[in-house]
């Protein structure tokens, strides 16, 4: 894959922008600074570094997929009102790094619990 200018930016967005961006969001802040950037050139450099293993892609049930530059398993929260996601707080204890089983070997785990956050609670 080539190192090429767009794809360099859009990594640096999903490093900047801590807040689980999805692809749209992502497309709106990089068009800020590259307003000739296409929306299928971000979500194409999407896939292509979430395949390449330097950016993590959190699919959300029934809501657009996260992307995350934090490539360590850990869990995630979901607000079920405005739809943010956040690195979970609390270590999933329940869930070994890796196991075994006669039929299965686990590499890692992705793990979105919904809820309602602070803000949307009040």
């Not at 967005?13 to 802040?29: F, R």
């Not at 800020?32 to 896939?47: E, G, W």
Request: contains cysteine.
């Amino acid at each position: 894959m080539r190192n090429t200018l767009q794809r360099t930016m859009i990594l640096d967005m999903v490093k900047s922008l801590k807040t689980h961006p999805s692809a749209d969001e992502i497309y709106a802040e990089v068009i800020k600074k590259a307003p000739s950037v296409s929306r299928a050139t971000v979500y194409r450099n999407l896939a292509n570094l979430s395949e390449d293993g330097l950016i993590k892609r959190i699919a959300v049930a029934n809501a657009p997929d996260r992307f995350d530059f934090n490539l360590s398993n850990h869990s995630h929260s979901r607000c079920s009102v405005c739809g943010k996601v956040y690195d979970h707080p609390f270590k999933i204890s329940f869930l070994p790094e890796d196991w075994e089983t006669e039929d299965f070997k686990a590499t890692g785990y992705d793990l979105v619990i919904n809820g309602v956050c602070s803000d949307c609670k009040l």
